[in-house]
């Protein structure tokens, strides 16, 4: 049997990678990753009003960057066999574009408006308009937020939206349609971005537009209409009918095809988020918990919809019908800042060394401190006396979205050094892991076994037995490094036809596990003390903010 090769493309919060890989037999036969050039200065984003903006070139730069890379090491034979490219993204990440489904950031005039490039999936600026989402959908004839936990969340489609064309002026009389990142992406390597005809994604859609076929597609015009004038007709402008991501969005366009070196006859898969497409390549199966643990957490459990989709899950990023595998129920949770909660500790040292000493003095300080934390915050004795905080330090995204919340630090003392301080801080994001997995099994949602990707799942020990502890759960590691490029490949070879569907594929394609972690009692009982305390100070916090 010939070999034929497909290729995931993973667009995270810092960079763009591509893997490629055999749809036969899963192996890996080249990778590359860009690094976004304008987000790596810090440009158009401003974090004490947490405004995240990514520019469209650093996309467009990434995604011919990492997919040349990657193909570098391959030969002629392969080049020639690649029949499929899938694109995962974060989000909700979208974009003003005109009429033609340009996003307004690549026209004149607005090349240095962050208010006309991708609102990043943590931007937070649009906190009152969704305040404003909540309070309307409650009391409308129809609840829009049902299907996604019954809060809507400013790190959503409609809140940013609204956001923008409420104080950009420019933007709003140019903006024709809206479009998100992983539906933008895959439009651009088909040549056709026009917003009426391209496929939008299901999962993007249903989890963070209010997207439901209950609706007949989105929120009515009324609804909108009512929330704000300013969205009157923009409805019309956006689409109907969305699809599942082993779906073809089209061809290759002749322009990406020559510029890459691949066949023309390549298809293009509908894209989705990067947690959805990574639950696929961590093999996901009906309620298996996968943990994609980044920058932040994306939570992912799927259900068969006979058994599941009459519960209404209250609190969580939402339950949509084939969001991560077609004929599931796809539920997504999570944690707005993860490793995102280390990097910020990490600066909080580094960021003085860098002002005294020198970049190269704080760049060496900064590659070693996390491991040297993480060792010794190994060692240290565990009691119910230590210091407890909460995860809340961009939010709180799931149970209950609440991103106007704050981190509390309770318990310290002047003994509280770095170490326990960093042992403090990656208990705080279990406990909120932990909160999760209540909030879906009081809920009625079982889970069989937790499955943990990303870079935090692979390189830190203890940060993942930390987290076993606390849900007194065993975790698996899954082997691959690049689970969301692995996942959107798989995804990419059923919409090429290679693989009837996603299961077949993953059977093919899937790496396996190479770790795995087992609670140990001495500290579950004392995490349980904690785990309580948690939850006492964050009750406080929320309501005293």
């Known amino acids: 049997m010939k070999s034929t090769f497909t290729i995931g493309v993973d667009f995270g919060t810092d960079s763009v990678r591509a893997l490629i890989v055999n749809t036969q037999s899963g192996e890996c036969i080249g990778s590359g990753v860009h690094y976004y050039r304008r987000w790596g200065q810090g440009l158009f984003c401003d974090p004490s009003v947490s ?96 299907y996604v936990g019954g809060i809507y969340s400013s790190e959503w489609y409609w809140a940013k939206i609204l956001h923008i ?24 390597l088909t040549g056709n971005t026009d917003p009426l005809i ?44 969305t699809y599942t991501s082993d779906t073809p969005m089209g061809k290759i366009s002749q322009e990406w095809a020559l510029k890459l070196g691949i066949p023309e006859e390549v298809i293009i898969g509908v894209g989705a988020f990067d947690c959805h497409m990574g639950a696929v390549g961590a093999e996901i199966q009906p309620y298996d918990f996968v943990r994609v643990m980044g920058t932040s957490t994306c939570d992912m459990l799927i259900a068969p919809n006979e ?53 190269a003095a704080a760049d060496e300080l900064a590659s070693r401190l996390i491991p040297h934390l993480s060792e010794k915050a190994a060692l240290l004795p565990l009691s119910d006396s230590d210091p407890v905080a ?34 403090m801080v990656v208990e705080a ?13 009081q809920e009625g949602v079982p889970i069989r076994q937790v499955i943990a990707i990303g870079g ?14 606390v849900l007194d759960m065993p975790i698996k590691v899954a082997s691959s490094d690049q689970a969301c490029a692995l996942g959107a490949a798989m995804n990419a070879s059923v919409a090429a036809g290679i693989h009837p569907h996603i299961s077949r594929a993953q059977e093919a394609m899937g790496s396996g596990f190479d770790a795995s972690y087992q609670p140990r009692a001495q500290y579950v009982k004392i995490y349980r003390k904690l785990y309580e305390k948690y939850q006492k100070i964050g009750k406080f916090i929320e309501n005293n903010a």
């Open 51 to 146: 405004q995240f903006r990514q520019h469209p070139l650093d996309y467009l730069e990434g995604l011919e960057a990492s997919i040349k890379e990657a193909l570098s090491a391959s030969d002629e034979v392969t080049r020639k066999n690649i029949v499929g490219i899938s694109v995962d993204t974060t989000g909700s990440t979208p974009v003003a574009v005109d009429a033609n489904g340009t996003p307004l950031a690549l026209l004149e005039g607005f090349e240095e408006n962050p208010n006309a490039m991708f609102v990043l999936w943590k931007d937070h600026t649009s906190n009152l308009e969704a305040q404003e989402i909540n309070d309307l959908a409650h009391h409308w004839n129809i609840d829009y937020t049902k």
């Open 307 to 359: 058994e599941i989709g009459h519960l209404l899950i209250k609190g969580i990023c939402g339950q949509v019908d084939g969001s991560i595998v077609p004929g599931m129920l796809g539920m997504e949770a999570g944690q707005s800042a993860y490793g995102d909660y280390y990097a910020w500790f990490q600066q909080i040292i580094t960021e003085p060394v860098r002002e005294l000493l020198g970049d």
């Open 165 to 188: 064309l409420r104080t950009d002026e420019e933007v709003r009389e140019k903006a024709w349609s809206w479009v998100e990142h992983c539906d933008w992406v895959s439009a651009v």
């Open 456 to 469: 935090v799942a692979k390189k830190s020990p203890f940060v993942m037995q930390t987290l076993c502890d």
């Open 429 to 441: 994001t279990a406990f909120g892991s932990r909160a999760i997995v209540d909030r879906f099994q």
């Open 198 to 241: 391209m496929k939008r994604s299901r999962c993007a859609a249903g989890h963070k537009a209010m997207w439901h076929e209950e609706f007949e597609g989105l929120p009515s015009e009324e609804f909108l209409s009512k929330l704000d004038p300013l969205l009157s007709g923009l409805r019309a402008r956006l689409f109907r009918d």
């Open 390 to 423: 909460t995860d809340w330090i961009n939010g709180r995204r799931t149970p209950d979205a609440n991103h106007a919340l704050k981190a509390g630090f309770t318990g310290l003392s002047l003994g509280t050094d770095a170490v326990r301080f960093f042992k």
